[in-house]
């Protein structure tokens, strides 16, 4: 196991991490003392399930009345008298509500919006985020109050840090739906004080954390083959320092999230080889997929021409193929089953008999191919891209819970020599935990960009460049005088580059205007470019794969006083240049960028 230090604060704080799922959602936490060990909790006691012993997580659930408002949460959605008045008050049930929040990015031909229950009339996702984690909040502070005294809640204050998940292909615009829903949430105050306290993870890197304190540190991972770099490192003692190459899936119920990571030994470090990977291929896709097929919409009409074929029918089969049928399935040689009814319940052409669809065991196995196949894909694009082979595989998350995954993922490892494994216990609960410990260990020291990122820029056109004689006719003259060719990419940081914390990267740029009043602002877009090209230079090729992420603004009227003007060329007027660098930093789990500029200086 992980041998954890000390915390070396000052006072008492709380770490609490929220780990908010498609289908299910969980809670971790750890009360910080000033020297001692942390220890890593869950929370294991919700309202409608208390009596289920030692469980980590609710249903991501909800209920809300015709206004709007919140009236049920997880277990208490599925509670009889609760269906009963949902039912006759026309509640809304909301399943699955975390995809409304998804990057458009990931690519999901199989999946649209159309597929997902639809949000309350006026409640945008970013709100329903904030019900439930206010939800979360509530849980956690009734159960840490119950465990620990009301005293020691009441001593913490402010002190709470707040460590939020989010799948590996969530970017900018969600992980600032996330900071919005915190505060919407009631957990911080609105602003940049309050939002310091919010701390934004990955569920790969989360995953990452939660193995390296299970598994990868353990006797039996240590036992295992160790691959060395080409060039290995050299250590405090003098030799070579190991290193254990490795991919985490954190298959959940939405999305795969895939991180490649080269692990140093001793001390245990990581360091991103490959860009991250998400696929939108969990374990509710194979539910929607037998809800499909019970409907007769795939790749055998089953039931759409039986009196058991009403879409009432065919929701609670799938529910029940949700819960028992799926996670049950283990060998595609033999039948499979879905009780539904009751002895009575029989209709024998459509293998319907005591209550029970009978399913064959190759269609149920057809169910979950795209799903297996999809994961093997992505983990063959992450591998080639590593800059290091790949020893070990780790499977966690919910859905690593199905054996027939399991199996079919542990096939294609073999045959590549590859170790795999996932953990032996409490694999539904890896990101909760692993977050908690990323506050705690901070184990990765750099990660690798997913995209290329830069700014839209023009080109000072080149003659002897044969792409730039082939845009001659788009060439305009600026100010100077000069030749400028437009829609280029400046590129700033690359794809697949390791990046370190404290790590800055920045590119210079300049203007020029006509006149003062145009130098006193300057406004930027960052883009990603999401394409293969090494060095993309411009924007109107594979014009789909550039997406903006944000935009910087700077006041930069304090430089107009050192600003001084140039003759143009023709002899009409006067012009005046500055130049800037935009920086950005992608070291921590969130990509930042600024505009930095220096005054006091004449141009």
Not at 52 to 72: F, W
Not at 395 to 417: I, R
Not at 575 to 586: A, G, K
Request: hydrophobic residues 35%.
């Amino acid at each position: 196991m992980y041998s954890r230090k000390p915390y070396d604060g000052t006072s008492r704080k709380l770490i609490l991490a929220f780990d908010v799922g498609t289908t299910f959602s969980g809670i971790s936490y750890c009360i910080v003392d000033p020297g001692e060990i942390p220890v890593i909790r869950g929370v294991s006691k919700f309202p409608a399930q208390e009596h289920v012993g030692g469980s980590n997580k609710i249903p991501s659930i909800m209920y809300y009345d015709k206004e709007g408002n919140v009236q049920a949460v997880g277990a208490e959605t599925q509670q009889p008298y609760i269906i009963e008045k949902a039912g006759k008050e026309e509640w809304v049930l909301l399943e699955w509500w975390k995809l409304h929040l998804r990057s458009k990015h990931i690519e999901a031909s199989h999946f649209s919006d159309a597929d997902l229950p639809p949000l309350p009339e006026g409640k945008p996702a970013v709100e329903v985020l904030g019900d439930f984690m206010r939800y979360l909040f509530d849980c956690a502070k009734a159960y840490i109050k119950e465990s620990h005294a009301t005293i020691m809640w009441d001593s913490l204050g402010d002190r709470i840090e707040f460590i939020l998940t989010h799948p590996n292909g969530w970017e900018g615009p969600q992980q600032q739906q996330i900071r919005k829903a915190a505060e919407l949430a009631g957990l911080i105050p609105a602003g940049e004080e309050g939002q310091s306290r919010v701390h934004l993870l990955t569920e790969g890197e989360a995953s990452l954390h939660f193995c390296v304190t299970n598994i990868l540190t353990s006797e039996t991972f240590s036992a295992m083959p160790i691959a060395c770099t080409d060039e290995p490192e050299e250590d405090d003692g003098g030799n070579a320092s190991e290193y254990q190459n490795v991919i985490i899936i954190d298959a959940g119920g939405g999305t795969v999230d895939l991180s490649a990571y080269s692990m140093k030994l001793s001390p245990t470090s990581f360091r991103e080889i490959a860009p991250a990977e998400c696929r939108l291929q969990g374990s509710v896709f194979v539910t929607y997929r037998a809800h499909a097929f019970l409907r007769g919409q795939t790749f055998d009409p089953l039931l759409a021409n039986s009196k058991y074929g009403d879409e009432e029918t065919l929701k609670r089969m799938a529910d029940i193929f949700d819960k028992t049928t799926k996670l049950q399935f283990r060998n595609a040689g033999e039948p499979q089953y879905i009780k539904f009814g009751t002895i009575r319940d029989k209709e024998l052409p459509y293998n319907i008999r005591s209550g029970q669809l009978k399913l064959s065991g190759q269609d149920v196995a057809k169910l979950f191919q795209p799903s297996v196949e999809e994961i093997i894909a992505a983990f063959e694009e992450q591998r080639k891209a590593a800059s290091m082979p790949i020893s070990c595989v780790f499977l966690a998350g919910g859905f690593a819970a199905s054996d027939w995954l399991h199996s079919g993922l542990s096939k294609h490892m073999s045959s590549l020599g590859i170790t795999f494994c996932r953990p032996d216990q409490h694999v539904n609960k890896a990101v909760a935990d692993g977050a908690v410990s990323y506050y705690l260990d901070r184990l990765v020291s750099s990660r690798a960009a997913r995209f290329t990122y830069g700014i839209p820029c023009c080109h000072l056109y080149n003659p002897y460049d044969a792409e730039h004689a082939s845009r001659i006719s788009t060439a305009f003259t600026v100010l100077s005088g000069d030749l400028w060719l437009p829609k280029g990419f400046g590129s700033i940081l690359t794809r697949g580059t390791e990046v370190s914390e404290q790590q800055e990267f920045r590119s210079e740029f300049y203007r020029e205007q006509a006149d003062l009043s145009g130098c006193k602002n300057v406004r930027v877009d960052i883009v990603a470019y999401r394409g293969t090209l090494k060095d993309p230079l411009w924007m109107d090729e594979e014009a789909e794969l550039y997406t903006k992420l944000c935009t910087i603004n700077a006041d930069t009227s304090k430089l107009t006083s050192n600003l001084q003007p140039f003759q143009r060329p023709s002899g009409l007027g006067v012009y005046y240049t500055f130049s800037f660098d935009v920086v950005m930093l992608f070291g921590l789990t969130e990509l930042k960028a600024q505009i930095s500029w220096q005054e006091n200086v004449r141009f």
